[in-house]
């Protein structure tokens, strides 16, 4: 059974920094994509960024181009998300998900999630 478990949210104020974690179990993480999506309160959820399984090619989306990086551990089965340059409009539950192939893009649907961590970002 695949299990993401996510860290590090918290309340930061607008330019600020968190870095997410996601940490895997259940299948072969280094074999397969990651990434990380949000969702605001009152909007749907939105994709954030992807990660391939080397990760040698990631994608984002373009409100977060810039500022957010994704990064992988394949020896600790963990996923990052370092978030930079912070704004409000970044409040959101922030979820770790996986994929059943290791090469994605941006708009690849997930097979697997976490349950979120929520991020609060004030002005």
């Known amino acids: 059974q695949v299990q993401l478990v996510e860290s590090g949210g918290g309340l930061v104020q607008a330019g600020g920094s968190l870095r997410l974690s996601c940490a895997a179990s259940g299948r072969a993480f280094s074999a397969y994509a990651m990434g990380w999506f949000r969702q605001a309160p009152g909007k749907e959820r939105a994709a954030v960024a992807t990660?391939?399984?080397?990760?040698?090619?990631?994608d984002y989306a373009d409100s977060v181009k810039g500022r957010f990086t994704i990064s992988r551990d394949n020896a600790k089965n963990t996923v990052y998300l370092q978030m930079n340059s912070l704004k409000p409009e970044d409040t959101a539950i922030y979820r770790c998900?996986?994929?059943?192939?290791?090469?994605?893009?941006?708009?690849?649907?997930?097979?697997?999630w976490g349950q979120g961590t929520q991020v609060t970002v004030s002005s």
């Open positions: 990660i391939s399984w080397s990760g040698g090619s990631t």
């Open positions: 998900a996986t994929y059943t192939r290791g090469i994605v893009s941006i708009t690849t649907a997930p097979a697997y």
